[in-house]
Every structure is written in structure tokens, then in C-alpha cells.
């Protein structure tokens, strides 16, 4: 299980950049 969730966190960080990144070029805080 430890090697998933090192996995699935990695995964889930490159994730969630990609949202703020969107988040932020909809509210225009670039």
C-alpha cells in the first residue's frame, strides 16, 4: 500500500497544479 500511495500522491500533486493553474487563469491571478 505504501508504494501506491506514494504513487497516487505524486500523481494526485501533478493533478492538482494543473487546477490551481486553471483556477487562477479563470480568475486572472496570473
Given at each position: 500500500m505504501s508504494k501506491n500511495?506514494?504513487?497516487g500522491t505524486?500523481?494526485?500533486e501533478i493533478e492538482y497544479q494543473k487546477v490551481m493553474e486553471q483556477i487562477k487563469k479563470k480568475r486572472?491571478?496570473?
Open positions: 500511495l506514494e504513487e505524486r500523481t494526485w486572472g491571478l496570473t
